[in-house]
Structures are given as structure tokens and as C-alpha cells.
């Protein structure tokens, strides 16, 4: 309970700074001020895809730190398409941007994912002027079009609750550019879906995948 009620703090607290304007605007530049306004290199579109992951997030970022090469895959996988925008800058230094999404599963899954998040993006690495980086974690909500057996197995439940198809949307990732092209991304996405420790639903099954994709900004 404690850890959900953290979520759902964290959750609330990013959500308000990605939607209110500072007074001041000295933490906080508003760059995307009106529906009308030109893109100007703050828009982006990408895809990515990747096999799913079995081994544990808690596992790979939290208690053991796996790298990829030694994560558990499965036998589906996913391919993914997104649009987002810069909404702001916190501090000069973390890009809010929202993403809506939409995925397909294929495999031994086979649901379509739509999604909406606030990504926070943080920007200014001492190398980018070799290698531009950013990394960036998301908070949102996925909806799946159904629930497959295989994630009701794992939940340990023989029948999915009413609320397992709508979880919340936690997908860190991180991405390079050349310095002089940093309108094209190389993306290293997490894509992963859960019931958050019941901040959404209790719901344990959910799915992630390992994806590399590439995201263009106009």
C-alpha cells in the first residue's frame, strides 16, 4: 500500500508540472503555447519494435541491474508507432513532452496497445557534443484490446479483473543522435505496462518489451 500511494503521489506531481505554466518562467519554459503554433523541430514521430521480456523489471533496473544480453525473452513480440510533442523545459535541462502511441503484438500475443503519456527527458549530458543523449522516463496510461492467457497465467489468477486491459504506462528509454543530426534519434525503449502496485489496478500480469527504434523531429 505504501508503495502504491507513492506512485500515485509521483504520478500526480508530474502530471501538474507537465500541465502548469510557472509564474515566474524562470524554471520553467512554456514552448508550446497554442494548437496553431509551428512545429519547428519540437515535433516527433517513431517507431520501434522488439521481442517481450519475461525477466522481471523490478529484476533488470532495481535488484540485479541485468543488461539486455541477459535478459529472458519470449516468443512475441511488439511493433509500435508514436507522435509527441515539446510541451516544456524544467530548469533548462528535462524536456516534458506528451506521446500518444499505438502497438501491435505479434507472436504468442496478439492485442493492439494504445497509449498516452508525459515523458520527462533529461537533455544536457557533458559528452553531447560527441554523442547527444538523452534519457527519459514516462508516466501515462495503456489500454490493451485483451487480456491474453499467458498474463493472466502469470498474474496467478485463472480470470482477468475488469480493470487489466487500462495499466499504467512506465516505459523508460534512452536515445542517441550525432551531434550535428539531432533531429534523428536512435531510441533504446523499455515498453512496459503494469497495474503499478494497484495505483491502476492489482492486476499483476501486464507485458514489457526490449524495442530499438528510430524517432524523427520536424
Same mark, same amino acid.
Given at each position: 500500500?505504501?508503495?502504491?500511494?507513492?506512485?500515485?503521489?509521483?504520478?500526480?506531481?508530474?502530471? $501538474? =508540472?507537465?500541465?502548469?505554466?510557472?509564474? #515566474?518562467?524562470?524554471?520553467?519554459?512554456?514552448?508550446?503555447?497554442?494548437?496553431?503554433?509551428?512545429?519547428?523541430?519540437?515535433?516527433?514521430? !517513431?517507431?520501434?519494435?522488439?521481442?517481450? &521480456?519475461?525477466?522481471?523489471?523490478? +529484476?533488470?533496473?532495481?535488484?540485479?541491474?541485468?543488461?539486455?544480453?541477459?535478459?529472458?525473452?519470449? !516468443?512475441?513480440?511488439?511493433?509500435?508507432?508514436? =507522435?509527441?510533442?515539446?510541451? =516544456?523545459?524544467?530548469?533548462? $535541462?528535462?524536456?516534458?513532452?506528451?506521446? &500518444?502511441?499505438?502497438?501491435?503484438?505479434?507472436?504468442?500475443?496478439?492485442?493492439?496497445?494504445?497509449?498516452?503519456?508525459?515523458?520527462?527527458?533529461?537533455?544536457?549530458?557533458?559528452?553531447?557534443?560527441?554523442?547527444?543523449?538523452?534519457?527519459? &522516463?514516462?508516466?501515462?496510461?495503456?489500454?490493451? #484490446?485483451?487480456?491474453?492467457?499467458?498474463?493472466? !497465467?502469470?498474474?496467478?489468477?485463472?480470470?482477468?479483473? !475488469?480493470?487489466?486491459?487500462?495499466?499504467?504506462?512506465?516505459?523508460?528509454?534512452?536515445?542517441?543522435?550525432?551531434?550535428?543530426?539531432?533531429?534523428?534519434?536512435?531510441?533504446?525503449?523499455?515498453?512496459? +505496462? #503494469?497495474?503499478?502496485?494497484?495505483?491502476?489496478?492489482?492486476?499483476?500480469?501486464?507485458?514489457?518489451?526490449?524495442? $530499438?527504434?528510430? +524517432?524523427?523531429?520536424?
Amino acid at each position: 500500500m505504501g508503495r502504491a500511494r507513492l506512485l500515485r503521489g509521483v504520478s500526480v506531481a508530474l502530471f $501538474v =508540472a507537465a500541465v502548469t505554466p510557472a509564474a #515566474s518562467g524562470e524554471w520553467l519554459d512554456w514552448r508550446w503555447k497554442s494548437l496553431d503554433q509551428e512545429c519547428e523541430g519540437e515535433c516527433a514521430v !517513431a517507431v520501434y519494435g522488439g521481442p517481450i &521480456v519475461d525477466t522481471a523489471m523490478t +529484476r533488470i533496473f532495481l535488484t540485479r541491474g541485468i543488461p539486455p544480453w541477459a535478459w529472458d525473452y519470449g !516468443a512475441g513480440g511488439l511493433i509500435a508507432g508514436t =507522435a509527441s510533442r515539446k510541451l =516544456a523545459n524544467l530548469f533548462g $535541462v528535462i524536456d516534458i513532452e506528451p506521446e &500518444v502511441g499505438i502497438g501491435r503484438r505479434f507472436g504468442n500475443l496478439h492485442e493492439t496497445e494504445v497509449w498516452t503519456a508525459v515523458y520527462f527527458r533529461f537533455t544536457e549530458f557533458p559528452w553531447n557534443n560527441y554523442l547527444y543523449t538523452t534519457v527519459a &522516463v514516462s508516466t501515462g496510461l495503456s489500454y490493451a #484490446s485483451g487480456v491474453p492467457g499467458e498474463e493472466i !497465467a502469470r498474474a496467478g489468477v485463472k480470470v482477468a479483473p !475488469a480493470d487489466a486491459r487500462l495499466l499504467h504506462f512506465f516505459s523508460p528509454e534512452i536515445t542517441f543522435a550525432l551531434p550535428g543530426h539531432r533531429n534523428v534519434e536512435l531510441m533504446f525503449r523499455f515498453h512496459h +505496462r #503494469s497495474g503499478a502496485y494497484c495505483a491502476l489496478s492489482c492486476f499483476t500480469g501486464g507485458a514489457h518489451y526490449g524495442t $530499438v527504434g528510430i +524517432r524523427a523531429r520536424f
